[in-house]
C-alpha cells in the first residue's frame, strides 16, 4: 500500500516537473554573480552558469584561487563576448562588499542572479568551539550571505527581475550533535530567506534556498579535520555527494523558482518533513507534503533514535 502511495506521489511529481512545469528562467547573456566561486559547490555553480550562455563575476579572498578558477571557467565559454571575472573581497566586510558591487554592475552588467556559496563549517562539541571560531562562522554563513544579498535586492526590485540563491545545508533543518554553531548559522539563513522571498514576490525575484548534502568538496575535508566522532557517523548516513550533482540541482531548481533545492533521498525527505510554513512552489510538492508528512516524520523519529543510540554508544566506549 504504502509502495503504491509512494509510486504515485512519485510520479505526479516527476510528471508536473517535466509537463508542467516549463515556466524556466533563462540565464544566457545575463550577469550571474556566485560568492564563492573560487572552489566546491560555488565554482561547479559557476561553471555551468557558463554553459547555460550567463556572464560570471566569482568572489573569493584569496587571489591565486580565483585567477585558478576563472582560467577553468572560462573553458566553457562558448559565445563570443562572453564575460568571466574573478573578484577578491571579503563577504563579511559590509564597506567592501558595498564598494564592489556597485563596481560589478558598470563592469559587466545588471545582476540577474546571485548566488551566495561563500561559507564554511567548523565542528565541535560547543565547550571546545572558540569564541574566534564562533564568530567567524556566524560572520561568514550569514552576514556573508546578508551583506551580498542586500547589495542587490534594490535593483532587482527596480527591474521586476531576479534570482537569489542562498546555500544553507540539511543541518539548516536538524541541529546535529557537533554542529551547533554551524547548524545555528545556517538555520538563520533558512529564516533570512523565507522572510526575504516574501518581500521579494511582488517583484519577480525568487529566492532558493540550496540544502546541500555532505559533498566532496576542498571545504569539506578541511570540516572532517574537525569533526567529532559523533558528527562523523551520525552524518555518514547520507553518503557524499558530488560537487557537480549539487550545483546542477541548485540551478535547475534556482531557475525553476523551487524554494528549496534539495539532492538525493534524504536531502528531499528531510526537506518535505521539516518544510514547516514554507512556501510552496509546485502542486506536486503539496499532494507529497500531505500525504508523506505524517509517516516521514515516524521515519524521522526511527533516525533520531539511531542518532542518540551513535551519542550513548560513543560515550560509552
Ligand atoms: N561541502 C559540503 O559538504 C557542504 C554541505 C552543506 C552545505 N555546504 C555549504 O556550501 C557552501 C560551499 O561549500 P564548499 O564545500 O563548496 O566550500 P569550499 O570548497 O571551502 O569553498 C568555499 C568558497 O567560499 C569562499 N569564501 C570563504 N569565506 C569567504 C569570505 N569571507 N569572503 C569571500 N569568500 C569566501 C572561498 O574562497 P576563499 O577561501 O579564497 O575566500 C571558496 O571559494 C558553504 O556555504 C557550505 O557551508 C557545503
Redesign the pocket.
Known amino acids: 500500500m504504502f509502495t503504491l502511495v509512494f509510486a504515485v506521489i512519485a510520479a505526479i511529481i516527476l510528471f508536473e516537473r517535466t509537463i508542467f512545469n516549463r515556466k524556466y528562467k533563462s540565464i544566457r547573456n545575463k550577469h550571474v554573480v556566485v ?10 555553480v559557476a561553471k555551468l552558469a557558463v554553459r547555460y550562455g550567463a556572464h560570471v563575476t ?5 587571489c591565486k ?2 585567477d585558478t ?1 576563472v582560467e577553468e571557467i572560462q573553458k566553457g565559454c562558448y559565445m563570443v563576448g562572453q564575460k568571466v571575472q574573478g573578484v ?6 559590509y564597506e567592501l562588499v558595498k564598494a564592489e558591487f556597485s563596481n560589478l554592475e558598470e563592469k559587466v552588467g545588471p545582476i540577474y542572479m546571485l548566488v ?6 567548523i565542528c565541535g562539541k560547543l565547550e571546545n568551539v572558540s569564541n574566534e571560531d564562533i564568530k567567524t562562522l556566524l ?3 550569514f552576514l ?2 546578508v551583506y551580498p544579498t542586500k547589495m542587490v535586492i534594490t535593483k532587482m526590485k527596480e527591474r521586476k527581475e531576479g534570482i537569489v540563491v542562498i ?5 539548516a533543518l536538524v541541529g546535529i550533535y557537533g554542529l551547533s554553531i ?1 547548524s545555528a548559522s ?1 538555520f538563520a539563513l533558512r529564516g533570512f530567506a523565507e522572510a526575504l522571498d516574501m518581500e521579494m514576490y511582488p517583484y519577480n525575484v525568487s529566492v532558493t534556498v ?11 575535508e ?2 572532517n579535520k574537525t569533526k567529532p566522532t559523533e558528527t562523523t557517523l551520525i552524518c555518514g548516513s547520507g553518503g ?2 558530488k ?1 557537480e550533482a ?1 550545483a546542477q540541482n541548485l540551478i535547475e531548481d534556482a531557475l525553476r523558482g523551487s524554494f528549496f533545492s534539495t539532492v538525493g533521498c534524504e536531502s528531499y525527505f528531510t526537506a518535505l518533513l521539516c518544510v514547516g510554513m514554507t512556501r510552496c512552489t509546485s502542486l506536486g510538492e503539496l499532494i507529497a507534503q500531505v500525504v508523506l508528512m505524517g509517516p516521514l516524520r515516524v521515519v524521522g523519529c526511527i533516525f533520531l533514535e539511531y542518532f542518540y543510540a551513535i551519542i550513548r554508544k560513543c560515550l560509552y566506549d
Open positions: 560568492t564563492g566561486g573560487s572552489s566546491g559547490i560555488g565554482k561547479c566569482i568572489i573569493g579572498r584569496d584561487k580565483l578558477a577578491s573581497l571579503d563577504v563579511c566586510d551566495n556559496c561563500a561559507g564554511l563549517a560572520n561568514t554563513n556573508g550571505t546555500t544553507a545545508s540539511q543541518a554551524y545556517k540550496a540544502l546541500p548534502p555532505d559533498t566532496d568538496t576542498p571545504g569539506f578541511m570540516e557524499i555527494y560537487p549539487v
